[in-house]
């Protein structure tokens, strides 16, 4: 089911973030969204999922109109994690991830417990958590409680997962952790996976797409090793950067200094 945008445009305050936005994200990949503070990188991820329905244009899902669903109808096909989620202190992580299953139940319809606990333990399973069911969110580590958050996402066993920055404030090795979750659950249940990334090598090493937002429109769409180079930082974030190879055998990208500072370097005859 393919998430995409028809001349998309949000003005938030009188001022203008994104104007005539299209872009098509593919079924069953991981597209990660980059670009410089304030380009419109959250601004493109809200409209998308509908947490922001104040734009011009559209946003189809499965080539209908999202704001012609029900808020329902659309959770099950769609689910986000936005920066800065906070739950109650008293919520156990099982209580968070059950919440997840709200777009199964109405007054009008009973849930069915077995799906919904189903769907709970897999979304636990899936992230790591099973351990972690009855302890409180409030108490987790930054790592744990993302992971949770993730889990409660999963649990609408959406069709297309939406992710913003979900490893800020994470240490090195969390990052990492919640990366290859997400990972993991786009390999093995091919969930269509758009998230906004600060990392540059983290959208190296975790995207088959890269949209590259600027300028308050797309600046760049493609693979990885198309759009991830030398020139592209320098031309989009004003950074100079050398690019090699890893163990692994992933190239890397290595911000060295700022463009302009080359250019004085370089009027100032100094090597």
Do not use: C
Not at 54 to 68: I, P, T
Not at 86 to 101: C, E, M, N
Not at 173 to 184: A, F, K, P, S, T
Request: charged content about 25%; overall charge negative.
């Amino acid at each position: 089911m393919v998430l995409e945008t028809k001349n998309l445009g949000v003005t938030i305050e009188g001022h203008e973030i994104l104007k005539n936005v299209n872009v098509a994200f593919s079924e069953g990949k991981r597209t990660s969204i980059i670009g410089p503070n304030g380009a419109g990188k959250s601004t493109l991820l809200k409209a998308l999922s509908s947490l922001n329905t104040r734009y011009d244009g559209q946003v189809l899902l499965g080539g209908e109109d999202v704001r012609a669903m029900g808020r329902q109808e659309l959770s099950k096909k769609l689910a986000i994690l936005p920066q800065g989620a906070t739950a109650p202190a008293d919520v156990t992580v099982g209580q968070l991830v059950d919440f997840g299953r709200f777009p199964y139940r109405s007054w009008l319809r009973p849930s069915d417990p077995k799906a919904d606990r189903e769907a709970v333990e897999w979304a636990l399973d899936r992230t790591h958590m099973t351990g972690y069911k009855d302890r409180r969110v409030s108490v987790l580590s930054g790592g744990e409680r993302q992971r949770a958050w993730i889990a409660m996402a999963l649990a609408q066993q959406p069709q297309i997962l939406l992710l913003d920055e979900p490893t800020t404030y994470l240490d090195i090795g969390h990052q990492l952790e919640v990366m290859n979750i997400v990972d993991e659950i786009n390999r093995d249940y091919k969930m269509t996976v758009i998230m906004v990334l600060h990392d540059i090598n983290h959208a190296l090493q975790y995207s088959d797409e890269i949209v590259v937002v600027k300028n308050h429109g797309i600046f760049a769409h493609g693979t990885p090793k198309e759009i991830l180079t030398v020139d592209m930082l320098a031309q989009v974030f004003g950074v100079k950067a050398d690019i090699f190879v890893n163990s692994q055998g992933i190239s890397v990208l290595s911000p060295v200094s700022l463009v302009e500072e080359e250019k004085g370097k370089g009027v100032s005859g100094h090597d």
